[in-house]
């Protein structure tokens, strides 16, 4: 079966939508029976989102799609409220939950194996946990997709981590395939950049803080096979973070070996209040689940109390619903912002592949004025004024806004960046594309 079929072909309309006056609705704010009148939201969005109506249907088949996958998981897994105990101390006694969770995760990212786990404090801690389980003292880790983000940078080594326990420090060496001119992978250089002593090649799925494409299911899966027609035993290991249940497919079914992601962002739904994930291999999962407990411990241990228990299933199961919300608000910051002049990635209308929007503002004091109007549109927090500073794991000042039930929650809504050339705000994550409409609004006033 093709991967590039459409989804809007592969994912018949669920339900049959009909198009009303829907910017006169919205603009004017009237209520079809109640005949309430109020300007909602600002012309500019009114007018983007009257002419997103397909691409938002398209969202929701897909939605459609990975929700039925969700739901099919669950029940194979014969999920039951015994499953939301948890657990104290060693976290021997959990009533299968654990594994339950696992398997859930596992069927649903085409993996092996999984291990899901709330003392994964974010993704990269859980990447981190990924690259130590493969990589040993001379071998060599390929990132084929530029430089990695920019809290994996003293994971690795590129930056100064003096001793504290960096891949460097450990004996591995490191190689990054620069992208191409227009952002994406540089096929021409993949295809003579792995050597029999490359060990793992790494690739990050969403855009980080870098002014490029993410990548696709079927660019991923064209550069796991260049990768593995060079090296059949370099292993493959995907950052997904941003990336599930943005496609209809996840990199593991079309041939990565580990992939790796927090649950405070797109698979936790907005409610799962920490954790993250790795996935794959089952051998490989194994080895990653050492490095987070310790060898001989690997899955059977770690306890994580009810009510969090219960959040990450419950996470798991709204989390189609919740990304789909996201890639219409990225839609909508791209149409209206470009509509402004400002260079977007990615382009209006263009297909996603991750929930990240980026719009490149030029300057310092637009980069802040952005995320203070975010901010104090936030639902929690919005007395805040974000200030940039320096946080552990950056190379650049960064400026966050994240007015979030949970803190650092880039899937509810947010934004971010580095206060760097070319001052890029990246924006992330909405629990409905109604919060984007508002919130662009006060940053159109701001900006």
């Not at 326990?165 to 001119?181: A, H």
Request: glycine share 10%; net charge negative; aromatic share 8%.
């Amino acid at each position: 079966m093709s991967l590039s079929c459409s989804v809007a072909t592969r994912y018949p309309s669920v339900y049959p939508l009909r198009r009303s006056s829907c910017a006169a609705v919205l603009s004017a704010g009237c209520h079809p029976t109640t005949g309430y009148s109020a300007q909602l939201f600002v012309p500019e969005v009114v007018k983007a989102v009257d002419s997103l109506y397909s691409d938002f249907r398209q969202i929701d088949n897909l939605v459609a799609h990975n929700a039925t996958r969700v739901l099919k998981a669950f029940q194979n897994a014969r999920v039951g409220s015994h499953h939301f105990g948890g657990s104290t101390g060693y976290g021997h006694d959990e009533g299968g939950g654990r594994e339950a969770l696992d398997n859930i995760f596992a069927e649903v990212f085409g993996a092996e194996a999984a291990i899901v786990r709330s003392q994964f404090f974010s993704g990269t801690h859980a990447i981190t946990c990924a690259l130590f389980a493969i990589l040993r003292p001379g071998d060599e880790l390929l990132a084929v997709a530029g430089a990695p983000y920019d809290t994996l940078e003293e994971v690795i080594g590129i930056r100064n981590s003096p001793r504290i326990g960096s891949l460097k420090d450990f004996g591995v060496s490191y190689r990054e395939v620069p992208l191409s001119i227009d952002g994406g992978l540089n096929w021409d250089a993949l295809a003579n950049a792995v050597t029999p002593q490359t060990k793992c090649s790494f690739i990050q799925r969403s855009c980080g803080y870098a002014w490029r494409k993410s990548l696709s299911i079927l660019e991923i899966q064209r550069a796991i096979e260049i990768i593995k027609m060079q090296n059949p035993d370099c292993m493959v290991i995907v950052d997904n973070c941003y990336g599930e249940f943005v496609e209809a497919y996840e990199p593991p079914m079309v041939g990565a070996d580990l992939i790796a992601g927090s649950l405070i962002k797109n698979p936790g739904g907005t409610i799962a209040p920490c954790g993250g994930y790795v996935a794959g291999r089952k051998s490989l999962v194994e080895m990653a689940a050492a490095r987070l407990s310790a060898p001989g411990l690997g899955v059977d241990c770690g306890s994580t109390p009810g009510d969090v228990m219960r959040l990450l299933f419950q996470g798991l199961f709204l989390s189609p619903q919740m990304v789909g919300e996201a890639i219409k608000g990225g839609l909508l910051i791209a149409e209206v912002m470009a509509s402004k002049g400002l260079k977007v990635q990615p382009l209006p209308r263009h297909p996603r592949h991750d929930t990240v929007q980026a719009v490149q503002l030029g300057c310092r004091e637009r980069l802040i004025a952005f995320c203070e109007a975010v901010q104090r549109s936030s639902h929690i927090g919005s007395f805040i004024k974000p200030t940039a500073g320096c946080t552990p794991g950056y190379a650049s000042e960064v400026i966050f806004a994240d007015g979030t039930f949970i803190d650092g929650s880039t899937s509810e809504l947010s934004c971010d960046g580095p206060l760097r050339e070319p001052f890029t705000v990246f924006c992330q994550g909405g629990t409905h594309w109604t919060q984007w409409a508002f919130v662009l609004g006060k940053v159109l006033e701001t900006i």
